[in-house]
């Protein structure tokens, strides 16, 4: 019902007339994360009831329901879309807003219009619309009686084009219904892609059709080290999963509803050690054992390589030794296949092939490995990695898809159109964009979100190790100064990395990322101008309620830890 009627109804019955149009609004009502780039505060309130009319056209069918379905949810009322162009709440597509991503909102006590250039910015809209409900609404338990939402004008877009969150599932496996919650948690920042590293040295998670080993084998490992590396013992206990193809398909449609683009990482040519535990011939030296780090290894993995199985799957963390073989044809042919059935599953135009942390010991001293300089003219290893990226890369590019790559893909020779991702630091970025490279930034010190989150290292559980603070992350500029303007074009945006070998359980990530999420999303979209910390702290307090009414585990300590 429209507060119109509700104020007809006050009139008939003597008292509060347009009780809703005049009343003055708080600034604390307005508590939007990311911070919009333009907001109005005005006076009135707009009531949900059952009554209230969301309307638009067919093509935004899919946003108008999940506004419905908020709503709805919060008054205990079932809610609908329907196409006309005449509801109490109006979804339109609007040419004249110049972003791609951009939206405008407006509230008014009897009206609220959410306009986008495209359906994306209609959804960034109904995002900040959600985040002017109180925070209770998102237990969606129907228990708000009078669901106000305060009168305001926003006019709003992003800072960068690329706004990322990276989960490792290789070091731990996670359901998808837990993965469907993350793509959830980055489209309520208004964050815009989910890196997805699918394969490592302790696990292949993604299923293959033409080599089924990789989730036959690859995809289990017979324990896991206790505690911190080098750990103190093995548990002993089975670890594993994958996303068969049909899983993988159903999360990237979910995502696309929720405007998320999801990029796929397969590791090359290092922290391949569960395709090589599969399928030992891509190794330099097929029948040298899975070397077991530490004496951690688990009674099962040894008896299987005391019974002359060479490789296992595994178990412990850090950079391996055994890498894919750069010498053999067959390595090229086997990672094309798997690229030929991983690309159809994903509509992004990227493709993640790791790139990082590639020890080149064996190739060192693998004859076939050492041939391949030879015959390609190459100066050393560094220069072999190079050639191995560049391969693939020509191959993601027939393919139409682009190349993304860890920072050490600049070692030997970026391959022609490469976009870096900046970890070990931002020099890499840097470089990058130098060379007029298009680069992500995601550094260590400000966005690896596995490092620990306060100086109370001792309450919070396991982590790699680190500090980085919600405030750090608050404060991170991913634009470096020393570029110059046409340079600072390549720098697409950044992401933040969640790696996974101390974190097994989804409270547990859920920890890690939240509340730093939020600082992130702020970085990524608002302006560098009205940058603001305790501004965003008093903001963060209300996401931290939201955080609490979605039943999610956030890093309570490290916010109260500013207070
Ligand atoms: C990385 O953290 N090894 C990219
Ligand atoms: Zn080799």
């Not at 419905?68 to 609007?94: C, F, H, K, P, R």
């Not at 683009?261 to 040519?269: D, H």
């Amino acid at each position: 019902m429209r507060l119109s009627i509700l104020a007809f109804i006050c009139l008939l019955t003597f008292s509060c007339t347009n009780k809703y149009k005049e009343v003055a609004n708080n600034s604390t009502e307005y508590p939007i994360i990311p911070k919009p780039v333009k907001m109005e505060m005005a006076s009135g309130k707009f009531l949900v009831d059952g009554n209230t009319s969301i309307s638009g056209s067919a093509e935004l069918t899919n946003e108008g329901t999940f506004l419905a379905n908020i709503l709805g949810a919060a008054i205990g009322s079932s809610l609908e879309y329907s196409e006309s162009t005449n509801g109490d709440i109006q979804l339109v597509i609007d040419n004249a807003i110049a972003n791609e991503e951009g939206y405008e909102l407006d509230v008014t006590y009897d009206k609220i219009i959410i306009k986008g250039k495209n359906s994306k910015g209609v959804f960034y809209g109904i995002q900040t619309l959600r985040q002017l409900l109180p925070a209770s609404s998102e237990k969606g338990d129907g228990s708000i009686a009078e669901l106000t939402i305060p009168a305001v004008s926003i006019q709003d877009s992003p800072r960068y084009v690329y706004r990322g969150m990276h989960l490792d599932v290789a070091r731990h496996y996670f359901p998808v219904e837990f993965i469907k919650q993350y793509i959830d948690l980055i489209a309520m920042h208004k964050m815009n892609t989910f890196h997805w590293h699918l394969t490592e040295d302790q696990g292949w998670r993604i299923e293959i059709k033409k080599y089924p080993k990789l989730t036959e084998i690859g995809a289990n490992r017979y324990g896991t080290i206790v505690g911190h590396h080098p750990g103190t013992a093995n548990d002993e206990t089975p670890h594993g999963g994958f996303y068969t193809q049909e899983e993988v398909k159903d999360i990237v449609a979910y995502a696309a509803t929720k405007h998320v683009t999801v990029i796929p990482e397969i590791e090359l040519p290092g922290h391949s050690g569960a395709a090589i535990a599969a399928y030992p011939e891509l190794s330099c030296f097929p029948k040298e054992s899975t070397k077991i780090y530490n004496d951690m290894g688990s009674k099962k993995g040894k008896e299987i390589i005391a019974g002359g199985t060479n490789k296992i799957v595994q178990e412990t963390w850090g950079v391996m030794d055994d890498v894919y073989c750069a010498g053999k044809e067959e390595t090229f042919q086997f990672l094309e296949d798997v690229l030929a059935e991983v690309i159809p599953l994903f509509p992004a135009v990227y493709v993640h092939i790791g790139g990082d942390e590639c020890p080149k010991g064996n190739w060192e001293r693998c004859a076939k490995c050492q041939k391949r300089i030879k015959d390609e003219g190459l100066h050393d290893e560094h220069e072999l990695q190079s050639y191995f990226i560049q391969r693939m890369e020509k191959y993601i590019n027939s393919k139409g898809k682009k190349l993304i790559g860890w920072d050490e893909i600049l070692e030997g020779g970026l391959a022609p159109n490469a976009t870096v991702m900046s970890w070990r630091g931002t020099k890499g970025g840097i470089e990058a964009a130098k060379q007029r490279h298009d680069v992500i930034m995601t550094p260590g010190h400000s966005v690896y979100f596995d490092h620990y989150q306060s100086e109370d290292k001792k309450n919070e559980p396991l982590a790699i190790g680190g500090k980085t603070t919600v405030e750090d992350v608050y404060n991170y500029e991913p634009t470096p100064e020393e570029l110059s303007f046409e340079e600072q074009k390549h720098i697409l945006g950044a992401q933040a990395n969640l790696w996974t070998e101390y974190i097994k359980t989804e409270e547990y990530a859920q920890f890690m990322i939240l509340p730093r999420m939020t600082a992130l999303s702020e970085v990524v979209w608002s302006e560098k101008d009205g940058k603001d910390w305790s501004d965003f702290y008093t903001r963060l307090q209300i996401m931290a309620d939201r955080f609490e009414a979605m039943g999610l585990n956030y890093a309570k300590h490290s916010i109260e830890d500013k207070k």
